[in-house]
């Protein structure tokens, strides 16, 4: 099915994004892969994808004024995706590399899984969901999907809809009106994974 509009994948020179757009391209969306803040004002929905460290991603996009583009993006009611990372990011703050500080466009606090499990937490782990789901979620609830991860953000965040375990319970997934976020890796979760990107750009 032809897709109107396009996906601005947000490059924040943290990592490689071939197999974020790959995912992309594969569920029908037209991929603008970019750093340029104008890019991501005027696309239809942006992704803020999963690679490399809190402070680092966080940092990058503020000097490129990004920060502001994904705020401009997600006020004008655009759908904007984070994936892994790109979940943490949206928090106040954070635990990595002693101390970290987010976009703060949700409150919270990304905290380090427990000690007594295996760090990072790599491979396949079910979600579950949490109260009323919204349809980007819904079919998710009870699937297994890919995480690569050390650090995640709260289970009790308010706008919470999948939640994981690995030490203890922690947000997998979550939604506040056009802002979708996920700590897993949706392009490394086979057909699971790509019917969720499939969902996003048609919502």
């Known amino acids: 099915m032809s897709l109107a509009g396009t996906v601005a994948l947000v490059d924040y020179g ?4 071939r197999s974020v757009e790959n995912a992309l ?5 037209a991929v603008i ?5 104008e890019a991501v004002r005027r696309a239809d ?13 966080a940092d990058a996009m503020r000097r490129s004024g990004v920060e502001a583009a994904l705020r401009e993006a997600i006020g004008r009611g655009a759908p904007v995706l984070g994936i892994c990372v790109g979940l943490q990011i949206l928090f106040e703050d954070g635990e990595e590399a002693g101390g970290s500080r987010g976009l703060g466009i949700l409150r919270g606090t990304i905290r380090r899984l427990p000690a007594g499990v295996k760090l990072p937490h790599i491979g396949w782990s079910p979600v579950r969901g949490r109260g009323a789901l919204h349809p980007l979620f819904a079919p998710l609830d009870g699937q297994y999907v890919y995480f690569a991860h050390s650090y995640a953000a709260p289970a009790e965040a308010p706008e919470t809809q999948l939640l994981a375990e690995h030490g203890r319970p922690y947000c997998a997934g979550l939604v506040r009106e056009n802002l979708f976020a996920v700590q897993f890796h949706p392009e490394k979760s086979q057909r699971v994974g790509l019917g969720f990107l499939r969902r996003f750009v048609e919502v």
Do not use: K
């Open 33 to 37: 892969v970019t750093h340029d803040p």
């Open 25 to 29: 391209r594969e569920v029908g969306a």
């Open 45 to 57: 929905r942006v992704v803020v994808p999963g690679q490399g460290a809190m402070p680092a991603c």
């Open 14 to 17: 943290a990592g490689n994004l």
